[in-house]
Each structure stands twice: as structure tokens, then as C-alpha cells.
């Protein structure tokens, strides 16, 4: 007779992933630019009448905290000239000082940066972006900046498209609980079925020789106790589970599939950020989508799943940090089944 007990908590990111699941360090990234020069240079011929210019880079960021980066980059531009007669190339570079909005994918910045085309001049900026989250380590981000030239007194605009790539450590996955083994009783002598308990107090008559019996003389089991933990995160306002992830709910789908006995509540939780009852709403419209995996991709039994939302009425911190509101949301399956298994002599 199988014995079982199922817990499950869930919490759901509306920022993906991470609940990110790794720990970046560094970002490289690669861009694309487009700079409109000033409409004064564009009539002056001591710069050639420069227009606007395309340009390709890289750069280098450094994540300091939650709330702070800093950021190199370096690039190379081909700028129309001459009235759009000819063109030229020149190359800027620079530092930027990058503030992420609490709780949002959005960014500000600003910096200082050296240009070098038709002429050479220092700059100061300052901008706004957008990252979007594609994997654990890959994400897309766009922006757009303002260059005020400190030495002759113009204004530049620019928009940027770019793809960058994390370095950091990957979050240690958890594993299974190993099996507990109860120990047999010793054997005893003067018995018929030569189960090592003498007949006056065996219980169970003709129990096989093979296998390990208790004081009584009935068979013994073995109690083995599995676990499977799941966490699962979510963008920000977003119900879709992201694909990177899907192997985590797959993880789960193969457990109950071998223990077929088994069923689960699948409880969404979301952080304190918002309307409690659009959380509500949020976090059983993600507690469905993973129920939805397991139904649709994993062939897992509709009526073994129930889903349920608790918006932020359970809250793991209540502290008002970018760390509280991604440990709030997320999604933790955990089930635990106990099974009995006969004992067999070596």
C-alpha cells in the first residue's frame, strides 16, 4: 500500500526567469546605431555638412548590484557628408553609468564619451532602454540617447538595437531525497518456514525463505521517501512559460509518471507589486499555463492536477527590494511519496 504526501508552492516573476538562474557577473554586448547630427552641422561646411551616420560596437558591462551597472563601449560609424555626396567614418568612445528601474526591464543612463569624425570633440549623454530577456544568459535591449558636444556646443541624437550575452555561475539545481531502509530483525532459530522467527510467535506462516521478516515473522519492507522540487519563472506580466524552462516542468512530469499515484495543487504567488487582485488574476493565470504543460506536452492526467492563485496573500519577504519581489515570485513544486518495498536477503 502506497503512502504519499504532496506539497506545492508556487510564486510567479513578472520580470525572464530569473528568479534568474544564474548569477551575472559581466555582459558583452554587440549593437547597431543610428546618430541625426545637429541641424547646424548639417549647413556648416567647417563639418562638411555631416548628416546622420550608421554605426556597429561593442560593449562591456559590469554588474555592480540590483540596482547599478557600469558600462564601456567603443564604436565605429559611417556618416553621410557633403549633403549626402560622400561619406566619412569616425569611431567614439566612452563611459556610461547604467541605473535599473526597480522592478521593470527598463534603464537609465549617463555618461561621458570622446568623439573623433570630422572633428574631434568630448560629449556628455544621457539616455533611456529597454532589455528583454530571451534566455538565462542571452537578451536583446534597445535605446535612445542624447550626445551634448561640450566643445562646440551641438546636440545629437542617437537610437541603438543590440544583443548581449551574461557571464556568471548557473544556480545549483535540487535533487532527489535518497531512500531510507528500515533494518531487519535478526533471525531466530526453530522455525518451520525457516524465516528466522521460531513458530510460538510467527504471524505469518510460509513467508518466503528469500526475502527479510520482522519480530513477528512477517515480511518486511523497505519505506523509500522520493523528492522533486520545481522552480519555474515567469516575465514581467507575462503568463508564457519561457522554453529554457520547460525541462524543469518536464522533470516533474516524469516523476509522477512513476508514481502514478501521486496528484498535486499547483499554488501561483506573486510579489506585492500591483493590485492584489490583478496579482490574484496573474498568478492562477500562471499556475494554469504550467498545468497546461503537463496536460498537453507531457500527456500527465488532467484530473491528478488542481491550480489554484494566492496573488501575494503569502508573500516568502516582505521587504521592498528587487531580491524580496524575484524570491516572491516564482514557482516551487515540491512532492514527496513514501512506497513500500519488500526486503530481500542478500
Known sequence: MKAFKISLLAALISSPLAAENIDKTWELGVFGDYIKSSTNK??????QQIEAGKSIGIDLQKIIND????????AKTRYEIQDGGDHDYGTRAGLDAIYKLEDSDLYLFAGVKRFRNERSYNAVNVGA???????????????AVVY??????????????????AFGDAKQAPVMAKPKTVVAA???????DNDGVRDAIDRCDNTPSTVKVDSTGCTLYSEHEVEIKLNIAFANNSS?????????????????????QTSVEIEGHSSATGSADYNLMLSK???????SILVNKFNIESSRLTTKGYGQEQLLSTENTVTAHKLNRRVVAKITTSTKKVISKN
Open 186 to 192: 535478526k533471525p531466530v532459530i526453530k522455525d518451520s
Open 240 to 260: 508564457i512559460v519561457q522554453p529554457a524552462l520547460v525541462d524543469d516542468i518536464q522533470r516533474l512530469a516524469d516523476f509522477m509518471k512513476e508514481y502514478k
Open 285 to 291: 493565470k500562471r499556475a494554469d499555463a504550467v498545468k
Open 129 to 143: 532602454g529597454y532589455n528583454f530577456q530571451v534566455s538565462d544568459r542571452f537578451s536583446l535591449y534597445s535605446e
Open 148 to 165: 551634448r558636444d561640450l566643445d562646440y556646443g551641438f546636440t545629437d541624437q542617437g537610437i541603438k538595437l543590440g544583443v548581449k550575452y
Open 42 to 47: 548639417e549647413t556648416d561646411n567647417d563639418w
Open 67 to 74: 540596482y547599478w551597472d557600469v558600462r564601456f563601449e567603443v
